[in-house]
């Protein structure tokens, strides 16, 4: 499907601030951009580079007073993800190299801690190992862990999650990949766009590797579910921040949109 997909940002900047943006999509597997459009207002220099993992960042220096970010992109995407029960567990000493950096602990995914091992191993009882682990560890949050904005915050871990039973995407996706790291699948976080999704908003979801390859999983949602955009991945939120500031501005007003290029909003 072809999908139109942006975000509108309004900040009142009170002195100047360097920022870090994260909002280009980038083309690969599933998607391939079409066209872009990056708007300042009132316009600032901008460097692009690319990071560790091949994001696409923005470097800029907001200015006192308003300020606006407005990004769109038209994006061709799978509309079904890619699902194979019984794909094997890859075993470490088998795994490339740049997906070994995805096994190990983080930030806030705390992989570990006895308490996520432990409830890894309860839910992945006699399930075999590889892709239906993954899928079973979804499915178990989907079920277990209620989905309520205003209960964590940019410092919650998936071991807070875990033990308060309750959070946003954000929050599943941390938990599934501690769960993942724990049994030695290898498991990133991914945000971007997803279609229809109620209330819009920025999303973000896991990709385990399993059977030689990376798959979605999207503990938020009951059944697997195509028309996604990838904006970034990354080991945990630390990485793929959409925006880092490192000045004092506030953000007033944020708009984000995916509709369908014949105009159906969503």
Not at 57 to 64: D, E, F, S, V, Y
Not at 127 to 154: H, K, L, M
Not at 224 to 235: C, D, E, F, L, W
Request: with cysteine.
């Amino acid at each position: 499907m072809k999908l139109v997909a942006g975000c509108s940002l309004h900040f009142e900047v009170q002195d100047e601030s360097p920022l870090v943006l994260m909002l280009r999509p980038r083309s690969g597997a599933g998607q391939w951009i079409i066209s872009e459009t990056y708007d300042l207002v009132p316009p600032v220099p901008v460097v692009e580079y690319t990071d560790l993992y091949g994001n696409l960042c923005q470097r800029m220096t907001a200015l006192p007073g308003p300020f606006e970010i407005h990004t769109e992109a038209t994006v061709q995407t799978a509309e079904d993800i890619d699902v194979d029960p019984g794909a094997p567990l890859t075993l470490v000493q088998d795994l490339p190299d740049d997906a070994l950096l995805f096994v190990i602990p983080s930030r806030y995914c705390p992989s570990d801690q006895p308490a996520i091992s432990k409830k890894a191993m309860e839910i992945v009882a006699d399930v075999t190992p590889g892709y239906d682990q993954a899928e079973a560890i979804r499915r178990w949050i989907n079920t277990n862990i209620a989905y309520q904005y205003g209960v964590s915050d940019a410092t919650t871990s998936a071991l807070d999650t875990l033990q308060h039973g309750k959070g946003v995407c954000r929050d599943f996706t941390h938990l599934g990949i501690s769960f993942c790291r724990s049994l030695s699948i290898p498991a990133r976080m991914v945000v971007g766009y997803l279609y229809d999704l109620k209330p819009m908003d920025l999303h973000a979801w896991f990709e385990a590797y399993v059977g030689g390859r990376w798959y979605i999983f999207d503990a938020t949602q009951t059944e697997p579910k195509g028309n996604r955009i990838t904006v970034a991945y990354g080991r945990d939120a630390a990485d793929v921040a959409f925006m880092t500031q490192f000045g004092p501005m506030t953000l007033t007003r944020m708009d984000v949109w995916v509709r369908t290029d014949d105009g159906t909003d969503e």
